[in-house]
């Protein structure tokens, strides 16, 4: 899965080396601009899952309630809906469904929200292999090396990265490679796809 994007610098290249091996990925995106629409259209139709992350990342106005988190949510289906006649059913909270910035709103705010969102018909996914491509990773290496460690110790993993950052698209290729020779497979989120869901901590 590559959260954040869609990016005019790094998404075409993570778009090219999954069309390469024939391998489909889940998009969780932001809103986007007129050059995004043609990265959306290229998502679709080479049978990725397009995902929504939120119209904005913005955690301080996203989480200040459970009607401004799913105005966001709404804000960028709707958008896609316009644009693409795509319905987009797979949602991913900035900061996972764990994060603890939304108790700055008041207690209990993603305990609400997760039950809200399948309340409205979405499902959503978390992670359980992090590249920490947003963390202390800075180099295509640590990525891959985050990754197939973290594989290692599930028989289902989602792995996380963005697809904002070079250094981490660099490693998408290996990270494919690596699977393919030891047994993998790579799949995109569907709604039936098993539950991924972080412990909630607010």
Not at 84 to 100: K, Q
Not at 135 to 158: D, E, I, L
């Amino acid at each position: 899965t590559f959260d954040d994007g869609p990016s005019d610098r790094v998404t075409p290249r993570v778009l090219d080396t999954l069309k390469a091996y024939n391998v489909h990925a889940t998009f969780f995106i932001v809103n986007y601009g007129e050059s995004g629409k043609a990265l959306i259209r290229r998502m679709i139709d080479e049978g990725h899952t397009v995902a929504i992350h939120g119209y904005s990342h913005d955690y301080a106005a996203i989480y200040k309630s459970d009607e401004a988190f799913m105005q966001n949510v709404y804000r960028l289906r709707d958008r896609l809906r316009s644009d693409f006649g795509y319905e987009a059913a797979i949602i991913r909270f900035p900061g996972g469904s764990s994060n603890t910035v939304s108790a700055h709103s008041y207690v209990g705010l993603m305990s609400l929200l997760t039950r809200a969102v399948q309340d409205a018909g979405f499902q959503y996914f978390d992670w359980n292999v992090d590249s920490n491509d947003a963390g202390g990773a800075k180099k295509a290496q640590t990525v891959f090396n985050n990754v197939t460690a973290g594989v290692s110790h599930n028989r289902v993993s989602v792995v996380l990265q963005h697809d904002i950052h070079d250094f981490s698209v660099d490693a998408v290729e290996d990270i494919i490679v690596w699977g393919l020779n030891n047994g993998y497979s790579f799949e995109r989120l569907t709604e039936n796809s098993p539950g991924v869901h972080h412990g909630v901590q607010n």
